[in-house]
């Protein structure tokens, strides 16, 4: 699984767990190692209450399997290793979503014990009724109003952007419109780009 789907899964994850939002919240007061270990050790204490809501273990087991694949540890995982933990992953993804009605587009099926296949998701926008839970698939372009929106920003900020050469990403140009990759918008609201 690209780092770049570990990350924004990450922060899904984050946005239904309380004290993982705290943490979040502190980040830019801590080093970013005990940033990392503070979110790694989150999942077990949620875990470890008794009366912890359905949403917020559903995060819990997800934060805990993706900060497992994303911390670099002396031991270095297996191939097979790593694909369990990104089943689990992708399996706690599934069940949050379920339970949230949160729509992933570029999110597998919850996956058997066979290995997960490298194929991407067409790179086709999926419209939805509410497209502010739904995440675009990386490899395709937004348009300005689909960027802005996900973004948190008016469409003008991110023509500002262009025209000023100042901005966090820089859009491809088709013809007289502007086009976002949708990594660019997917890195900036996982927090890589501030």
């Not at 087991?61 to 540890?73: G, P, V, Y």
């Not at 050469?165 to 780009?193: F, H």
């Amino acid at each position: 699984m690209k780092q770049l789907y570990l990350d924004a899964l990450r922060d899904i994850a984050i946005e239904h767990i309380p004290r993982a939002r705290k943490i979040r919240d502190n980040a830019a007061k801590m080093p970013n190692d005990h940033y990392l270990g503070a979110l790694y050790e989150t999942p077990m204490f949620v875990l470890s209450k008794s009366a912890t809501p359905a949403i917020e273990k559903a995060a819990a087991h997800l934060l805990e399997a993706i900060m497992s694949l994303s911390i670099d540890w002396e031991i270095k995982k297996t191939t097979a290793e790593r694909k369990r933990i990104e089943r689990c992953a992708i399996d706690a993804a599934n069940e949050l979503c379920t339970l949230t009605g949160l729509s992933i587009p570029w999110l597998p099926a919850a996956l058997a014990e066979e290995p997960e296949q490298q194929t991407p998701p067409p790179p086709t926008p999926q419209q939805t009724t509410n497209p502010s839970t739904t995440l675009p698939p990386p490899g395709i372009n937004l348009s300005t109003a689909q960027a802005a929106q996900l973004l948190n920003r008016k469409p003008q900020t991110l023509r500002a952007w262009n025209s000023k050469d100042n901005g966090p990403m820089r859009p491809v140009k088709n013809g007289r419109s502007l086009a976002w990759p949708s990594d660019e918008v997917l890195r900036l609201m996982s927090g890589w780009i501030k």
